[in-house]
């Protein structure tokens, strides 16, 4: 297990820095961070989110499916992870994420 500082972006694409569990190349296991009301940041209750490591976005959330399992069949699709823009991505990426996802 490899344990590393992540810059996570939030819902209203703040960041904040967590406690990573880095488990292939270009995912890593975060910790579910919510934005208060007040503006502050803290810990969801309970959950897991699979976070995009060079661009700090979650891609899903625990209890959806095996996040170590699907992170590495994601490191398998025909994606440069390294490249990756989850806020421009492309129909054909969210076809073949969509399409892996469906499979679970």
């Known amino acids: 297990m490899t344990l590393a500082l992540l810059s996570?972006?939030?819902?209203?694409?703040?960041?904040?820095?967590?406690?990573?569990e880095?488990?292939?190349e270009h995912f890593a296991l975060t910790p579910a961070v919510v934005l208060r009301?007040?503006?502050t940041c803290g810990l969801a209750d309970s959950g897991q989110l699979l976070t995009h490591i060079p661009s700090g976005y979650p891609l899903t959330y625990a209890g959806w499916t095996?996040?170590?399992r699907f992170a590495a069949d994601l490191e398998l699709l025909p994606i440069d992870w390294s490249q990756f823009d989850p806020?421009?991505?492309?129909?054909?990426?969210?076809?073949l994420i969509r399409s892996l996802a469906e499979q679970r």
């Open 37 to 39: 009301p007040d503006g």
């Open 66 to 68: 095996d996040l170590r």
């Open 8 to 20: 996570v972006r939030l819902a209203d694409h703040s960041r904040v820095c967590v406690t990573a």
């Open 87 to 95: 806020v421009a991505i492309t129909d054909e990426q969210h076809d």
């Open 22 to 24: 880095q488990i292939s």
